[in-house]
C-alpha cells in the first residue's frame, strides 16, 4: 500500500511519502559499549516497515529510543512533522505513537475487553490507568465501544469476557495488537510480535495486521521470522552491531550477500 502525501493530508517526507516517524543519526551507548551508532529510518504512514537484524544488533534499543523510554546519547526523532526528540515516552504517545515489547506485557488477573480498553490510556489519560475508569459514563462506554472494535480487528470479540491468564500465547499477542489499537496511534513500533507463536498462529497474527493497515497508520516492525517480515513490509532496514549494514525492499533484502553474511552463524535460514 503505497499513498501519497497530500492523500492523507500531512508533511512528505524525503521520499515523497506520508510522514510517520523519522529517525536521525541515532547513537546509544551502554557505559562504554556503542549499541547503536548513526541509526537513519523513515517509518511513513501507509506501509509497514521492518527493521531486522540478528541477536544484539540493537533493534530494542532503537525502539527504545525511538519511543521516548531511553534518551539516546545522539539522534533526533520526528513524529508526524513535529520533532518529538526533547519529549518523553508518554508525550510521544499523546502524539501518536504507540509500541508494542518483546515480552507479552498484559494484565493476567483482568479480562480480556479490560485489557484492551487499558490502550486508551497510554493515548489521553498519560499517568493513571485506573482514572479511565472513574470517568464519566459517556466517556466509559466510549472507551468501551473503542475497544470492542479493536476486538473486532483482530478476531477475537468472542473472548472479550475472558481472564486474559487463561489465554493461549497467540491470543494474548492478538489482545495485544489490539489494545495498541485501541489507542488509534498513528505510528506503531511492534517489537517481535510473533515471539512465541507457532506456524500457523503466525500466520493469522500476519493476516490480522494486515487487515488492519490504512493509509493513517504505519508500523514498524521488528521481528525474527522472516517470512512475516517479507510477506508484511514494503521497506526494510537491517541493523547488525548496531550499525545499518542494508535497507531496501524485501526482495533486495533477500538477495543480499550482506544481509546473509550478517545472519550466518545465528540462522543460516534466517533470510530464505
Ligand atoms: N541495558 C543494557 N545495558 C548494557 N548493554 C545493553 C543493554 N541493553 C542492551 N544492551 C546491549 O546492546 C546491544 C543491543 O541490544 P538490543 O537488545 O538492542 O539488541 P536486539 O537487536 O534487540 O537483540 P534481540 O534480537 O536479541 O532482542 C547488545 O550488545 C546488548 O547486549
Redesign the pocket.
Known sequence: MTVAAESVGVAADKHGLPEGLAVRDVR?V??G?V??SKVDLDAPLGRVTGLI????????????ACSGLLKPTNGTFSLLGSDVSRIGASGRARRGLGRTF?RVEVCEAMDVLTNVALGLEARTIGRNPLRQFGGARAQQRQIIETAEQALHRCGIADIADRPVGMLSIGQKRLVELARVLTGGFQVMLL??PSSGLDEEETKRFGEVLRSVMNERTGILL?E?DMSLVMQLCEYIYV?D??NLIFTGSPGEVRDSETVRTAYLGESAEATS
Not at 54 to 60: I, R, S, V
Open positions: 546509544v551502554y557505559g559499549h549499541a547503536v537484524g540478528p541477536n544484539g544488533a540493537g533493534k530494542t534499543t532503537t525502539f527504545n518483546q517489537d517481535e521488528v525474527h541493523l552491531f548496531g
